[in-house]
């Protein structure tokens, strides 16, 4: 699992490695530390127990060199000291910043596959666990990389330096010292395993109390009309509620792994103050020794109390990356092709082979589909709900895969195609387009960024949006609020073809993309699209026959299959279900009427 971070260390080895520099350095300045203090304990101690006759005679002639001495071993103190507060700044901020800058990369990196995974990944995805996963999962990866790592070497590099100190000094006090952590270690290794499962738990739970927060906040409009604030709120609540119980059992493991730490090694200093004070009085060893045998003890308490803190970093973040593991590993859109044949320019042609399709096994959405469309041409594409027209149109930008030799753009099988090509030449309207809450000029140039002010006011013309510019504020630069939310149906559906036109696309798709509009303004946006029919292939799908009445080729499609296929006047000869669909049609627009 921790394989994917290895780039990212390997990226920034130079920072890291000059961190690691700096926790050795400063291990070696702290260590230092205890041995002066040493030395003047037991040159006082050695002052303190000469006999009276020193004291008279040759205390007082030698008391200015004591006192000096004294102060080179303060100034030196001083100095490691000094020196070590330096180190671990510098520790801290190479390798702080290191993790910083792979969280930058690793969360560029992460959010640029996403946009690589086919539109099927996020139908079983919901928008709060990918941000979760984006936010939460991946602060908690980068803890593993800053504290984690610091604090692990910290750990290793200081018993590396104390320990062979503590055990020169004496191996009884260091046996008393670290008998108790053998214990410790074992409960340790216990308990970050329950606690690798629970931080599982709290990472998936949060995750859906940030779908459930997204969901609520998408939906409010729903949810208000329909009274359901007490509802939504009841659920809520529930999913807080268990997110507390499982952080709290997480807390307690946290902290009975803490309280361990804490008191065995209370236990481990009193054993050491028995020991070490019997040795003091059987004069084993000096006072000066048994003081800085203190000190390196008290040099390895943080690192001792930080294991199970580290350990806690290491099983929270190795849960976070699991999580983020299942979405990287997903397989991106198709690759770029290689056998790329028209010189990178779509013209058009869309032809389908005995197309049999399905998005999951045993539940067939299209079959033997056999069509040819002709660049420039425009084809209608009818049928009942569910009858698998949007589907069909789906397949042509590539947002399901088809299966191989199925499909042909160009005369080249479109899993042949770079995606990029292929959806570049492409515009594409959904029946309910989605809108940036942005402005009405960012929204039509996400079609083209580049695009001129003229080709913007040619976009807005060509679907008539422009008619409803000055009813808009400020006109183009009117913000119409999170998925156009202040726009109606009619214009947030001409806003999305401006958007797609814009592009000048050798292929146009409207699916439904006429559904909001009144009959005369779709007249309009229809003669529009007639013009720029033979430099551009059009497909329209429609529950409106009347919307693809002047179209090439008509394909009536019914339970995956087409069941008619022709012109308009074609079809109503034909007297079948297309023309049994426009009669009641046109019943219903008469009974309207009156």
């Known amino acids: 699992m921790f394989k994917r971070l290895y780039p990212y260390l390997r990226r920034y080895r130079k920072l890291l490695i000059a961190g690691l520099i700096l926790v050795i350095l400063k291990n070696l300045f702290q260590s230092v530390s205890p041995q002066i203090v040493k030395m003047a304990i037991d040159r006082l101690q050695d002052i303190q127990t000469q006999g009276a006759l020193y004291h008279l005679l040759v205390a007082p002639v030698l008391s200015a060199t004591g006192w000096t001495e004294m102060a080179v071993l303060i100034a030196v103190f001083l100095t490691m000291e000094t020196a070590h507060a330096a180190l671990l700044f510098g520790m801290r901020k190479t390798m702080i910043v290191a993790s910083r800058k792979i969280e930058l990369d690793f969360r560029n990196d992460f959010f640029s596959h996403l946009q690589t995974l086919p539109p099927a990944f996020y139908h079983y995805r919901r928008t709060g666990d990918l941000m979760s996963r984006m936010t939460n999962d991946l602060a908690n990866m980068r803890e593993i990389l800053g504290p984690g790592i610091m604090y692990t070497a910290n750990t290793i590099v200081s018993f590396f330096y104390v320990v062979p100190l503590m055990l020169q000094m004496s191996p009884l006090l260091t046996l008393t010292a670290f008998l108790p952590m053998a214990v410790l270690s074992v409960m340790i290794y216990k308990l970050a395993r329950i606690m690798h499962h629970r931080a599982e738990q709290v990472q998936a739970k949060l995750s859906d109390i940030s779908s459930e927060v997204h969901e609520s906040f998408s939906g409010i409009r729903i949810i208000q009309s329909y009274v359901l604030e007490p509802l939504q709120f009841t659920k809520f609540r529930k999913l807080n509620e268990e997110y507390f119980g499982l952080n709290m059992a997480m807390v307690r493991i946290r902290g009975l792994m803490m309280a361990s730490v804490i008191g065995i090694i209370g236990l481990s200093v009193a054993l050491l103050l028995l020991a070490g004070g019997w040795l003091v009085i059987q004069n084993r060893i000096s006072l000066g020794t048994f003081t800085a045998f203190n000190f390196y003890l008290a040099m390895l308490i943080w690192p001792m109390i930080s294991i199970g803190w580290v350990l806690n970093i290491f099983q929270r973040g190795a849960a976070s990356l699991k999580r983020m593991e299942e979405v990287l590993s997903v397989k991106p859109d198709a690759s770029e092709a290689t056998a790329w044949t028209t010189g990178g320019v779509i013209r058009g042609t869309i032809e389908f082979r005995n197309l049999t399709f399905a998005y999951t096994a045993g539940q067939t959405v299209l079959k033997d589909i056999t069509l040819r469309l002709s660049a420039g041409s425009t084809l209608g594409i009818v049928g009942k709900t569910g009858s698998g027209k949007s589907t069909l149109i789906h397949l042509i930008p590539g947002l399901y895969p088809s299966p191989p030799g199925s499909l042909w753009i160009d005369n080249t099988e479109i899993n ?179």
């Open 416 to 594: 042949r195609i770079p995606p990029g090509v292929l959806r570049a030449a492409i515009g594409m309207v959904p029946q309910d387009p989605f809108l940036f809450s942005d402005t009405i000029r960012s929204n039509i140039l996400f079609g083209k960024p580049d695009a001129t002010e003229k080709e913007i006011r040619e976009a807005a013309q060509w679907s008539r949006l422009d008619r409803d510019l000055d009813q808009f504020p400020d006109g183009l630069d009117t913000v119409i609020g999170e998925r156009g939310v202040t726009l109606s149906g009619g214009q947030k559906q001409r806003l999305a073809i401006a958007r797609a036109l814009i592009r000048r696309p050798a292929i146009l798709i409207l699916d439904d993309a006429l559904s909001a509009v009144d009959t005369r303004t779709e007249d309009e946006i229809l003669q529009t699209l007639r013009a720029l029919s033979g430099t551009r292939t059009i497909l329209i799908v429609s529950h409106r026959i009347h919307t693809v009445r002047h179209a090439d080729t008509i394909i009536y499609l019914r339970d995956g299959v087409i069941a008619e296929q022709g012109t308009h006047d074609e079809l109503m000869t034909l007297n079948g279900a297309f023309a049994r669909m426009y009669r009641h049609q046109l019943l219903e627009e008469e009974i309207e009427h009156i």
